[in-house]
């Protein structure tokens, strides 16, 4: 049987490992598309200050992408090592997403991004040009394919449970791919992405600016990335509505957590900007209220309503006891396969079956649960409200905040005097944190928002973990928190030292081409004739 | 036959397929970060062997996540019952490969000795524990693992870390290590001249010599073995769990499938063929054949793992009849054959592209490159 404090460990390394790589992931989907664009312009124009630029944030890219790479694994490892119950349960649907990720992106990015590094002097432009989007492309394509594998936890379709293997199944790849949860959280990521490396690129060419360095690499770069920001920005705040309304529809408790709903209440519903809710007696203590926002947000219209936690509790009391059935027959069909009456009783009970494990964590025999245990297993099924109403909050205040931004950055480097907006040029430098932390917000959203489930309505997170002790999540959390400590250290170290020296260094023994002549006297004529 | 019980004896094969992939190129990456430290004693030395595989180690690595990605997918019930119960060994084979990317990529980002001395070992440690930890694994599947199942099949693992140490498991891992180091070396010999050239030919063959006597000693340890033998399941290509079926050990019965298919020894004898001629082709500075006859002694080594457990993937050892075969573990007939779909066209274009990027960085690194392109590792 599980211990509980074993389920919330590796619940805490899951979350502290994948926040963790979610640091680095959004850089590298955004970076690699700017690189793309930026050497896209240099093959077409010829230019050689875009081979510099390029080659400038290539190298930040990459101290980036190694740390992404490394602590990507981790996550691969403990689906198995720390959720071997789920992994067994649903890897005949959810395993197929990740190897196919692995069969067609990362081998892509990973294969094509040595030819980007050490291909300059041996790859015509086109073709390293063609290198460049590949890694564009595989990168975010491995995200498509992680998103449809978690979309599967969020929203699950196209797969069913077969009570002879006891395990869920696919049933069809199409429907587990085109989930509409997945299209829409892929983008909204995708972008979410190329936002951060935007805020990113501009950001640090802000500090070069400032400090009169580099000025026309720094003036170009920070150029191309606010076009692209203001554009992705837009995107994400676009599809982080059609998000919330896709996942409002088919995850009602994520919903109500998200805006601190407690009672349902009828059409137009106002919407909570600002409260302070209380888990244990179920109301917001304080809260600032616009009227009708909320219908309209969510449903897209003014008669529309969701349910708050009050009627989701009742729901689940009743599905609980409609799951019940289906649990203990398939405890009598795992004794004896053949069994008919069990396999009638399981078939009438089974969209319920995941509601009937909910309770099994204070009954064991499920037939026997009290009214007291599934009023508390129902109670559960509500997410932890607090953090995950401060989290989208935080998360969409930074959206705007950016939005906001790049409108701004984007009309004064257009005016050409973004040098002289010394108060601005300080605000894009501060800005550079922003990103990652509505990035991390987004994901505790996302996964906070999930739980009790695993998979929401079919697995309960406590049954999903691996049957270990405590001692080897101590074991295991203290190696992680060590290693990862050193490690960011590391990366944080290198990435403000290689900002510091700055584009100068790649200067250095370039000799291939009339393109890579590196005389500062050279350089100076070449951008006086783009002039 | 059935049609699910081919495409999980398809799946069986692919799984071959995928894990001597990883083990010939992610195990030469390896090899070389083993080897670093000895092959190259300047640090401009050391970045020349790095800089052989600093195109492609990325590359290479991803045979080790599809590894991993196509046991959750074919057979999830093998990687969550393995993943969680080497739980320990999991977490140090996972913390020495993080290592790894780091260890190329910011090793020679900073002039400081300690700091390039530091990654060195880094490089050293991701490169020998995952390859000693990767025989290991295949050693204990020919004791079996200590796990049963509950009735819903949550597994629970009873044995211990130091379990997985046992002196078989041990000599598994010093002859993976031992492939993986003459892989490294070979590879070295490929891309680098001089004094870098003579030290890693000398590692091949030592490392060479030592395969041969360690899968020569594993061949008669398992010999004198208790082998799993499944008595009672349902029938291939029915669905089923490993709670329905009835298994016994029997001295010797790990060369059953040889016996049985007398055809079967050539794998075994592919092994050795190429171990040797690899020696040969390494002494005669054939460096490029001694690469593919490694490839060949790899292939025959895991091959004559696979072929003597067939059709068990994962034994227990607590409770034999919950074994794990490859007819009460895999993925349902949907999942696998869209698979396979995918594997059939993505595999050739994998090993494309890889060529391609091989042939486009080909031939030596030399040191006056390394030192003067600030690009290289």
């Excluded at chain 1, 019940?324 to 053949?338: D, E, M, T, W, Y």
């Excluded at chain 1, 009023?375 to 409200?385: D, G, K, L, S, W």
């Excluded at chain 2, 999991?90 to 980002?109: T, V």
């Amino acid at each position: 049987m599980h211990d509980i404090n074993v389920v919330d460990l590796s619940r805490l390394q899951f979350a502290l490992t994948a926040l963790y790589h979610f640091l680095f992931v959004p850089l590298t989907l955004g970076l690699s598309f700017l690189l793309a664009a930026m050497e896209t312009v240099y093959v077409t124009t010829g230019k050689p200050i875009y081979r510099e630029i390029t080659q400038f944030w290539s190298k930040l890219f990459l101290i980036n992408f190694a740390l992404g790479v490394a602590t990507g694994l981790t996550m691969e490892f403990e689906f198995g090592t720390n959720w071997s119950f789920y992994s067994s349960f649903v890897g005949d649907i959810f395993g197929a997403p990740l190897a196919i990720e692995g069969l067609m992106a990362f081998f892509l990015e990973a294969t094509f991004i040595g030819l980007m590094v050490f291909g300059w002097k041996r790859l015509k432009r086109g073709q390293h040009l063609a290198v460049t989007y590949m890694v564009a492309f595989g990168s975010n394509l491995s995200a498509l394919w992680i998103l449809i594998a978690n979309s599967f936890m969020q929203t699950p379709t196209g797969a069913s449970f077969n009570p002879v293997t006891m395990r869920m199944e696919l049933s069809s790849l199409t429907e587990l791919i085109f989930n509409h949860d997945a299209q829409a959280k892929f983008v909204h990521t995708s972008i979410a992405g190329y936002v951060t490396g935007a805020i990113f690129v501009a950001g640090v060419s802000a500090w070069y600016l400032l400090k009169r360095r580099h000025v026309e690499l720094a003036r170009r770069s920070f150029r191309m990335a606010v076009l692209f920001g203001v554009l992705a920005t837009a995107g994400v705040i676009t599809l982080g509505d059609a998000l919330g309304f896709i996942g409002g529809q088919a995850q009602p408790t994520k919903l109500a957590a998200m805006e601190g709903l407690w009672k349902s209440e009828p059409a137009p519903m106002p919407f909570n900007l600002v409260a302070f809710p209380s888990q244990k007696d179920q109301v917001n203590r304080g809260q600032l209220q616009v009227p009708y926002a909320l219908s309209l947000l969510v449903t897209h219209s003014m008669d529309g309503t969701v349910p708050g936690v009050d009627r989701l509790e009742l729901d689940a009391i009743a599905r609980i006891r409609n799951g019940i059935p289906a649990v203990a027959a398939l405890q009598s069909l795992s004794a004896a396969p053949g069994d008919a009456a069990a396999l009638a009783t399981f078939h009438a009970h089974e969209k319920d079956l995941g509601y009937g494990f909910l309770v099994q964590r204070y009954a064991a025999d499920v037939t026997q649960a009290t009214d007291a245990q599934i009023a508390t297993a129902a109670r559960e099924t509500i997410p932890q409200v607090a953090p995950i109403f401060w989290s989208f909050r935080v998360m969409v205040l930074m959206g705007l905040l950016m939005l906001a931004y790049f409108v701004l950055a984007v009309i004064y480097s257009m005016r050409n005097n973004i040098e002289h907006q010394r108060w601005f040029l300080k605000i894009a430098v501060w800005m550079i944190p922003v990103p990652f932390l509505a990035c991390e917000m987004g994901w505790l959203v996302a996964e906070l928002g999930r739980q009790p489930w695993t998979v929401y309505g079919m697995l309960p997170t406590w049954m999903s973990a691996s049957t270990h002790g405590v001692g080897y999540m101590i074991f295991s959390l203290v190696g992680f928190v060590g290693l990862y400590t050193a490690f960011i250290i590391a990366e944080m170290y290198l990435m403000v030292r290689a900002i510091r020296i700055g584009p100068d260094a790649s200067h250095a023994g370039e000799g291939a081409g009339p393109i890579t002549d590196t005389s500062q006297a050279a350089r100076l004529a070449g951008y006086a004739q783009e002039a | 036959m059935d049609t699910y019980a081919l495409l999980q004896i398809t799946w069986w094969l692919l799984l071959g397929v995928l894990l001597i992939g990883l083990a010939v190129m992610v195990g030469m990456d390896m090899g070389v970060g083993t080897i670093l430290r000895y092959v190259g004693r300047t640090d401009l030395e050391r970045r020349v062997a790095l800089n052989i595989i600093g195109p492609h180690w990325e590359g290479n690595q991803v045979w080790f996540v599809l590894g991993g990605g196509a046991v959750f997918a074919a057979f999830p019930l093998i990687y969550a019952t393995a993943f969680s119960g080497f739980y320990v060994v999991m977490m140090l084979l996972l913390w020495s490969m993080i290592m790894r990317p780091l260890g190329f990529e910011y090793r020679s980002k900073l002039p400081s000795e300690a700091w390039r001395n530091t990654w060195d070992w880094a490089l050293l440690v991701s490169g020998l524990v995952p390859m000693v930890v990767f025989g290991a694994a295949f050693g204990n599947l020919f004791h079996g693992a200590p796990f049963h199942f509950s009735w819903n099949l949550t597994s629970t693992y009873t044995g211990s870390f130091l379990g997985l140490l046992n002196p078989f498991a041990i000599l598994c891992g010093l002859l993976s290590a031992a492939l993986s180091v003459f892989m490294g070396a070979v590879t070295v010999m490929n891309g680098a001249e001089g004094v870098i050239h003579a030290r890693a030919r000398t590692l091949a063959r030592v490392s060479s010599v030592l395969a041969i006597v360690l899968f020569a000693i594993g061949g008669f340890w398992v010999r004198g073995m208790q082998g799993f033998v499944l008595t009672s399941s349902p029938a291939a290509g029915i669905a089923q769990t490993p709670l329905q079926q009835n298994v016994s050990l029997v001295d010797g019965a790990w060369f059953a499938n040889f016996q049985a298919h007398p055809v079967l020894w050539l794998v075994p004898a592919l092994g050795f063929a190429g171990m040797l001629l690899g020696l040969l082709a390494a002494g005669a500075r054939r460096s490029h054949l001694a690469w593919w006859l490694g490839a060949v002694a790899w292939l025959g080594v895991i091959g004559t793992a696979g072929t003597a457990l067939f059709p068990f993937l994962l034994p227990s050892s607590s409770m034999p009849a919950q074994s794990l075969t490859v007819w009460n573990s895999s993925s349902s007939q949907l999942t696998l054959t869209w698979m396979v779909g995918f594997a059939a066209v993505f595999v050739p274009l994998v090993v494309w592209y890889t060529s391609w990027a091989f042939y486009v960085m080909r031939g030596k690194v030399k040191a006056e490159h390394v030192s003067a392109d600030e690009h290289a590792y």
